[in-house]
């Protein structure tokens, strides 16, 4: 079994910073990339950035110059600094990893929980 949990949400103000963190354990071969994702009220989840194995990244240009992703592969982990948050960051962020359980097993996907971000003054 798979779990992904996330954590570091919050209230923030606007203009502040949160980090994010989430932990990925149990049965685990390898991860291949990691994503953070979010969902607003009444919108369709949408990806925030991404990080290969390879350290890669990529984001949304909603985000770009002021997220960060990151990971620490020895510890399954990933993150996401997020800076000058907006109201419009507010949303439930979901980590997202891309991973084989087992040497012979196919890349599936698993997802955490989700976190809730508020950026309200």
């Known amino acids: 079994q798979v779990q992904l949990v996330e954590s570091g949400g919050g209230l923030v103000q606007p203009g502040g910073s949160l980090r994010l963190s989430c932990k990925a354990s149990g049965s685990i071969f390898s991860i291949n990339a990691m994503a953070w994702y979010r969902q607003a009220p009444t919108k369709v989840r949408e990806l925030v950035a991404t990080i290969t194995s390879g350290d890669d990244t990529n984001y949304a240009d909603s985000v770009k110059g002021r997220f960060t992703i990151s990971r620490d592969s020895a510890k399954n982990m990933v993150y996401l600094q997020m800076n000058s948050l907006g109201p419009e960051d507010t949303a439930v962020y979901y980590c997202?990893?891309?991973?084989?359980?087992?040497?012979?097993?196919?890349?599936?996907?698993?997802w955490g929980q989700g976190t809730q971000v508020t950026v309200s003054s």
């Open positions: 997202k990893a891309n991973l084989q359980r087992a040497r012979w097993a196919i890349r599936a996907d698993y």
